[in-house]
């Protein structure tokens, strides 16, 4: 189940960052799109549910290390596409100096915790609200490759 889960997802990550899109524009469209999806169920169910790996990883990764290793699959996936749109970025001028790896992580944190808040208020329009801070977070990085 949590495969098709993340096949499921990744239809939905796969319109965002659609390499179509200019890179910077891809992570406003993934944040845009998250929003879309939680105010859809929110609508439908009464209550915002948040990012289901999140919910699960908050439950069981310390009580199973098989869902664990999957979930952090499914993070670096995730992790993989913001940075390969941060790479491109950096490569046209648009973010210099900074690290693509570093970033992706710190951007991922940053919406899993907007999602989380969002859902802990039941309110996916602070996924928009908040999301529009992800460019100002992007900072170079000490010693950050200048064309990864």
Not at 51 to 57: A, E, F, G, K, Q
């Amino acid at each position: 189940m949590l495969d098709e889960c993340h096949a499921h997802s990744l239809e939905l990550i796969a319109r965002a960052f659609d390499p179509k899109i200019p890179p910077l524009e891809r992570l406003q469209r993934y944040v845009e799109l998250g929003h879309e999806t939680q105010a859809r169920l929110k609508q439908e169910t009464g209550h915002m549910p948040g990012c289901p790996y999140s919910n699960l990883s908050s439950e069981l990764s310390t009580q199973d290390e098989v869902i664990r290793k999957r979930l952090d699959d499914i993070f670096q996936d995730i992790i993989a596409l913001i940075e390969a749109a941060l790479k491109e970025a950096v490569r046209e001028g648009a973010l210099p100096g900074v690290d693509p790896r570093a970033s992706a992580e710190e951007v991922f944190a940053y919406w899993e915790g907007v999602v989380l808040l969002a859902k802990t208020r039941n309110d996916p329009n602070l996924i928009l609200k908040l999301g529009q801070n992800t460019l100002p977070l992007l900072k170079p990085a000490k010693n950050a490759p200048e064309n990864p």
